[in-house]
């Protein structure tokens, strides 16, 4: 169901023509105060206006061919705005009149309009005007900016009408049009002592969220938001700021948003041993060396200890205790092994009794003989003599004994370790 809103309910300056054919001129437009919206201000009759439609619903009218504030019929270039809510026309821009106005055959009066005002490229200026002009294609950005192509009409030099091909785009004030609400960090900005990952939301509806870690300002071109965000170290101290914008359609991009990360790794250290192995003389000594590299500007006290060693062994160190600096440090680690390390030998108890035995029967078993069985007694008693000699006599036949030995390091409550072979001969 139809409802008149607004405007003339009839044309005037009707004209008859052959046939009987009735063309009446439109009503010529009430254009008031620029920029001031009143209650009888209206654009003039026309055809083929650009127009487009804002976030709140408010039309918006640019040019086409019709009649100026003189009721002069040609193409025009005035810009007009009609809020919905209040039922009332704001002229915006352009002009209230056409120019360059002529007489066609039929009497009637034809204007060129006026010629466009295109400043510098790229440049937005108060005084800037598409020229007069009908048709053209027209869209909205997901900013709310209006945009205009083309159309037929006046140029810049205003020497007739033609086929345009210039583009333009008029950016609404920002009363017009809300801003998007600046993107938020997680976690906050501030000091850690490892990596983090860094998310980016907004809560404006539909946002996308462009972002710049290089100190630059972003903008819509820079790079898109689309995951979580690593910061980490690339050294004891490091830090990246982070700067994001966010991007809604219906809304003005949003105020910067900036969050300043810096990774401070804890001061650490490391050790390693040098050579990795060491062989020791049962009751001799023997050296190797560890060596302690600082890490994130560690400069506290280092003790050392051994653990893992084998029975009979013992370690010292030699600075007892170390302070790293810029350059490695070391300590000379020295292995001592007592004679009693190295396992001695054992005798079995059947062995043991074997040797016993043999004597015996020697001292006791000793009669007339035959003579091949007094040649085995007495190489029974040869032997039992011997092995009774090894008995008491002790043996060199030991193993020798290898372990791997802990070096540990301790500063506080970190501690460090590394491992060297120890072979005990």
Not at 7 to 22: D, E, K
Not at 241 to 251: H, K, M, R
Request: charged share 10%.
């Amino acid at each position: 169901m139809w409802t008149w809103m607004g405007g003339s309910a009839a044309s005037t300056g009707c004209t008859t023509y052959q046939l009987g054919v009735v063309i009446c001129a439109g009503p010529p437009g009430v254009y008031g105060t620029l920029g001031t919206a009143t209650a009888g201000s209206i654009p003039g009759g026309r055809a083929v206006a650009a127009s487009w439609l804002d976030t709140s619903g408010n039309l918006w009218l640019f040019g086409g061919q019709g009649y100026d504030s003189a009721d002069n019929q040609g193409n025009l270039n005035d810009l007009w705005m009609f809020n919905a809510a209040t039922s009332n026309w704001t002229w915006l821009g352009g002009n209230a009149t056409e120019s360059d106005c002529g007489i066609l055959m039929e009497g009637n009066t034809f204007c060129k309009g006026q010629p466009g005002e295109y400043g510098t490229l790229g440049v937005p200026g108060p005084g800037n005007d598409p020229g007069a002009r009908f048709g053209g294609a027209t869209w909205v950005d997901r900013q709310g900016n209006f945009w205009l192509f083309g159309g037929y009409g006046a140029d810049s030099t205003g020497h007739g009408m033609g086929v345009l091909n210039d583009l333009w785009e008029y950016q609404q004030t920002t009363s017009a049009l809300p801003a998007a609400a600046s993107p938020t960090f997680t976690p906050t900005q501030g000091v850690y002592p490892s990596s983090q990952t860094v998310t980016l939301s907004d809560s404006t509806p539909g946002a996308t969220i462009h972002y710049t870690t290089d100190g630059s300002a972003p903008t819509t071109s820079s790079t898109l938001y689309s995951a979580p965000i690593t910061i980490a170290s690339s050294g004891s101290v490091f830090s990246e700021t982070i700067e994001a914008i966010a991007v809604a359609d219906g809304y003005s991009d949003s105020a910067m948003a900036s969050a300043v990360y810096t990774i401070k790794l804890p001061p650490d250290f490391s050790i390693a041993a040098s050579p990795t192995s060491l062989t020791v003389l049962a009751g001799k000594s023997g050296s190797i060396s560890v060596t302690v590299n600082q890490q994130n500007a560690f400069n506290s006290a280092i003790q050392f200890s051994c653990s893992g060693l084998p029975s009979g062994a013992s370690c010292s160190f030699s600075p007892s205790s170390v302070t790293p600096d810029i350059a490695p440090v070391s300590t000379t680690l020295t292995v001592t092994a007592s004679a009693t390390t190295m396992a001695g030998f054992s005798s079995s108890p059947l062995l043991f009794s074997a040797a016993v035995l043999a004597p015996l029967l020697c001292c006791f078993g000793w009669r007339k003989r035959r003579p091949l069985q007094t040649m085995v007694l007495l190489g029974v008693c040869a032997l039992g003599f011997g092995l009774l000699n090894g008995c008491s006599g002790g043996s060199s036949n030991s193993q020798p004994v290898t372990a791997s030995v802990t070096v540990n390091a301790t500063s506080g409550s970190l501690l460090r370790t590394t491992t060297f072979m120890l072979t005990v001969n």
